[in-house]
């Protein structure tokens, strides 16, 4: 159920079995997904107080729902969502929630009443081309309609983000005056954009050329053949001019620890330099509350 391939963050998967929406670029494999049982979800604070990485509080570790599958897809497991979100919230991390399916204005009012403070959970609105999702997201509600959520969450004051992501190079670059009007029209708190995992498979399914593999490191953690490839500079610039009052986040730790006034958990501005855009002073950040995470450490210990 916990997952941590960084430091700062640990995923979170309340399902088993696959993803039904079946994006082509994703590494998740196909199929149907099951809710774990609700003694497991009960179980979520115990396991995270557990787990050798995690720091509790507004300052400690992020946990990062939705990379698995897709948790708004249906009531089923929206409601899971929500009571993992009873469990965790009461911890006091900072919550990150990913998705490509609209969210309901009964599920959004349920995250609101669960936050121990305003921006503890982020919602991140998923999109990796507009003009194109049919093909690449072909199970998933056209992008307009997840774009709804923006004004949704908007009414529950929970802080909302455009994710770009997968980037997929020749793909997305060529909706970028689409996604800048998205973002002017559909006013998201901040926009993020997202890096692409590519392995074997996923070159082969979405016939990636394979120029752009050559300028991708393979990622330390992941399988060997994954690849990391980092959106192009260019279309990053095409919507740094045209949004000047946003910072284009390419990591998305660092717009909760934006939207929170907190430094990045996943500490990218020291670990990640080139992903940093220097929305904030992270460092001094660090630094005022330094050495917290030790003391923190110590003091879950003790804790049950
Ligand atoms: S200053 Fe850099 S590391 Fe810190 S939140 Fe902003 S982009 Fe991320």
């Given amino acids: 159920m916990l997952q941590c391939t960084e430091p700062g963050r640990i995923f979170i998967d309340i399902t088993r079995g696959g993803c039904p929406c079946a994006c082509r670029y994703c590494f998740v494999e196909t199929g149907k997904e099951f809710l774990v049982t609700d003694e497991e979800i009960a179980s979520l604070p115990g396991r995270l107080s557990a787990h050798s990485s995690y720091l509790p509080g507004p300052r400690g570790t992020l946990l990062t729902f939705g990379s698995n599958c897709d948790l708004f897809r249906t009531p089923g497991l929206a ?3 929500i009571r993992a979100l009873g469990e965790v919230t009461r911890l006091g991390n900072p919550i990150q929630i990913s998705t490509k399916h ?6 959004a009012s349920r995250i609101a009443s669960l936050r121990k403070f305003k921006t503890q959970v982020v919602i991140f609105i998923s999109c990796a081309t507009i003009s194109r999702a ?13 774009f709804d959520s923006f004004g949704v969450l908007r009414d529950y ?10 980037f997929i190079p020749g793909v997305t670059d060529r909706d970028a005056s689409t996604f800048i009007n998205v973002v002017r029209t559909r006013k998201p708190d901040a926009v993020c954009v997202g890096t692409f995992y590519l392995s074997e498979p996923i070159v082969e399914r979405i016939k990636v050329s394979r120029d752009v593999l050559s300028e991708g490191p393979k990622h330390p953690l992941m399988k060997d053949s994954t690849w990391v490839v980092r959106p192009e500079r260019r279309f990053i610039n095409s919507l740094e001019v045209a949004l000047p009052q946003m910072s284009v986040f390419q990591n998305s730790a660092c717009v909760v620890a934006y939207l929170q006034g907190a430094y990045c958990p996943t500490l990218v501005w020291r670990n990640f330099p080139a992903l940093c855009v220097g929305c904030q002073d992270c460092d001094a950040l660090y630094k005022e509350v330094i050495p917290a995470p030790a003391l923190l450490d110590k003091a879950t210990a003790g804790q049950e």
């Fill in 157 to 166: 004051e929970i802080p909302s983000c455009l994710f770009i992501k997968p």
């Fill in 79 to 81: 409601a899971g969502l």
């Fill in 134 to 146: 049919s093909h690449y997201e072909p199970r998933t509600p056209p992008p307009e309609e997840r």
């Fill in 102 to 107: 609209r969210v309901r204005r009964v599920w």
